[in-house]
């Protein structure tokens, strides 16, 4: 049985889908953020989002939530969800390699 009063997630892609997710989980379970982009990162560290998909105020109200571009600060998570890009090809077939 999965016990929500254990729940640490990971949240895998800090884009328009990924934040948006990470800040509300971030409100009410332990959350970890992660992103590739090392300047992403120190930018929501600061408590701001240059790209406007949340508020500064959304930001500071999700007070479980921590930013990494360390995949290892991701190690004892239990619930993982990933939103990176998957974009398509001419042929309108999609595009896996950010998943790989």
């Given at each position: 049985?999965?016990?929500?009063?254990?729940?640490?997630?990971?949240?895998?892609?800090?884009?328009?889908?990924?934040?948006?997710?990470?800040?509300?989980?971030?409100?009410?379970?332990?959350?970890?953020?992660?992103?590739?982009?090392?300047?992403r990162i120190r930018e929501l560290q600061a408590?701001?989002?240059?790209?406007?998909?949340?508020?500064?105020?959304?930001?500071?109200?999700?007070?479980?939530?921590?930013?990494?571009?360390?995949?290892?600060?991701?190690?004892n998570c239990n619930v993982y969800i990933i939103?990176?890009?998957?974009?398509?090809?001419e042929y309108r077939r999609p595009d896996f390699?950010?998943?790989?």
């Amino acid at each position: 049985m999965f016990d929500l009063a254990t729940t640490r997630i990971g949240i895998i892609g800090l884009g328009y889908v990924g934040l948006p997710l990470a800040v509300e989980f971030g409100q009410h379970f332990p959350t970890f953020g992660l992103d590739i982009n090392q300047a992403r990162i120190r930018e929501l560290q600061a408590g701001a989002d240059n790209t406007l998909e949340v508020t500064t105020e959304e930001l500071r109200q999700a007070h479980q939530l921590r930013y990494t571009d360390s995949p290892e600060d991701l190690a004892n998570c239990n619930v993982y969800i990933i939103t990176v890009p998957t974009p398509v090809d001419e042929y309108r077939r999609p595009d896996f390699a950010p998943l790989i």
